[in-house]
């Protein structure tokens, strides 16, 4: 079996979007349909990251500025929306970055790192895992890593769908429909 994950759903994503800005009141959020991904660059991965997201345990992640560059994407924004996909490519839950940050791998910190929810949640740990993930990603594209390489932090909150979306985002919700 293959660790190759699934083709993203586009159009289950954007059905995912519509739903979301639909109960929005004054017209939803002021962007297009927003970036549809995955965490993770394998199935098994993808589908283990989704679940701590989905959990509440994972409100954080951390991307290389190059790989933004070499798929040609801009970078995340404070404000902006993405739609987060499984290993099979089935749209999960629309993400909104709280807060962001670029810098070196070694400036995360332990708060951050606690955020990210993968392993044992400790610094030392992250900066293990991230080193391994990012040297193999740029590897399979026949680059290598670089201590000087940027690295984007970002925060975000779980906006939909309502039974996984954070507290304040129902209440939000709730708050201005009724």
Known sequence: MTDEPGALRREEAAAMWAAYTAQRPGGGP????????????????AD?????????TKRATAGLVADFAHEG???PRIGGHWVACDGD?????????TELRVGRLDSVDDAFAHDEGEGDRTRESWLAGHLRYFTRTLAARGESWDDGLEVVFERFRVVWPPEVAERDDRDDRTDRAG
């Open 48 to 56: 283990e990251l989704i679940g701590l997201v989905l959990t509440g």
């Open 89 to 97: 490519g089935r749209p999960r839950a629309v993400l909104r970055s």
């Open 30 to 45: 002021p962007e297009d349909e927003p970036p549809v991904e995955r965490f993770g660059d394998g199935r098994a991965l």
């Open 73 to 75: 994407e801009p970078l």
